[in-house]
């Protein structure tokens, strides 16, 4: 078993549903875990996910879209976590690395 500090109850908000999910449920039995931020969104919950998922050995992969803002925050959040960290220079590249990513 691993620690963490994060909780167990920890909730993630299901983009396009509006709905919710426990963090370690979705967690369950991953073998990856891929993260998309835009710069100038909240690096945190980027990392709190990658850090459970580092917690539980799970391989982390960090693609940052381009924004309004610069990257560097993002960047910084995903870092420590993400084997593969990807900054795009085009949001319409994300579907052909997500496809050499196989996820």
Known sequence: MF????PDDALLRRVGTGGTALLSEELDGADTVVMIASAGAN???A???GDAAAARGIMSAGLV???DTPVNE???ALRP???V???LQDVADAPEVLSALRV
């Open 3 to 6: 620690e963490s500090a994060l």
């Open 43 to 45: 690096a945190e919950a």
């Open 47 to 49: 990392s709190i996910i």
């Open 65 to 67: 879209l381009p924004g």
């Open 74 to 76: 993002v960047v910084s």
């Open 81 to 83: 976590n993400a084997m």
């Open 85 to 87: 960290l990807v900054v």
